[in-house]
T-cell receptor, first 115, second 114 residues
Framework: GAVVSQHPSWVICKSGTSVKIECRSL??????MFWYRQFPKQSLMLMAT?????????EQGVEKDKFLINHASLTLSTLTVTSAHPEDSSFYIC???????????FGQGTRLTVV | AQSVTQPDIHITVSEGASLELRCNYS??????LFWYVQSPGQGLQLLLK??????LVQGIKGFEAEFKRSQSSFNLRKPSVHWSDAAEYFC????????????FGTGTRLQVTL
């Protein structure tokens, strides 16, 4: 099956700094990628949808200036958490949809801890 | 608006016993339904999906799910659970024919006793 790699798997950063998370589709072209956030013992909440070469579409309540998404190529999307604060600590997961669009493949997730 | 309900937050079964995880959905059109499994600290792995056709869907790891339109349900089953099946299970619904903007249920944590 298709592989989506997310990096880093975990990161600890100081409050006020920015953190970049990468999501790569390794063996297929992903025209669309999705970013989810998962709080402890809760479900995944869609944050934004990114299409290659265009601006991301953010879900209601998600601050686009805080969570910068770039999808510059068909195999890479990045999520940058700017000026991170402890409340941004969470598990972030990306998924990539294949061209046919009938299945989404998930990365292994990134555990972000802001101290 | 679409929604997914997984009524059971936590289920414990003995190894070798059968398993059924419940999922109910609310969706205005023909749903595209998924079951994913998540091990601690890991991403999601697709177990199976349903879009159309046979309402009994076979997935990986011996799992199956049955789509019942009249009950708006998509329950996941396994005849005999293995200790390695212990994980978090998520049901999700998406727009017809496309795996975009999935809405997830709150998940069911499965514990397997030996």
């Amino acid at each position: 099956g298709a592989v989506v790699s997310q990096h880093p798997s975990w990161v600890i950063c100081k409050s006020g700094t920015s953190v970049k998370i990468e999501c790569r589709s390794l063996d297929f072209q992903a025209t669309t990628m999705f970013w989810y956030r998962q709080f402890p013992k809760q479900s995944l909440m869609l944050m934004a949808t990114s299409n290659e070469g265009s601006k991301a579409t953010y879900e209601q309540g998600v601050e686009k200036d805080k969570f910068l998404i770039n999808h510059a190529s068909l195999t890479l999307s990045t999520l940058t958490v700017t000026s991170a604060h402890p409340e941004d600590s969470s598990f972030y997961i990306c998924s990539a949809r294949n061209r046919v669009g009938t299945e989404a493949f998930f990365g292994q997730g990134t555990r972000l801890t802001v101290v | 608006a679409q929604s997914v309900t997984q009524p059971d937050i936590h289920i414990t079964v003995s190894e070798g016993a059968s398993l059924e995880l419940r999922c109910n959905y609310s969706y205005g059109a023909t749903p595209y339904l998924f079951w994913y499994v998540q091990s601690p600290g890991q991403g999601l792995q697709l177990l199976l999906k349903y879009f159309s056709g046979d309402t009994l869907v076979q997935g990986i790891k011996g799992f199956e799910a049955e789509f019942k339109r009249s009950q708006s349900s998509f329950n996941l089953r396994k005849p005999s659970v293995h200790w390695s099946d212990a994980a978090e299970y998520f049901c999700a619904v998406g727009p017809t024919g496309t795996a975009s903007k999935l809405t997830f249920g709150t998940g069911t944590r499965l514990q397997v006793t030996l």
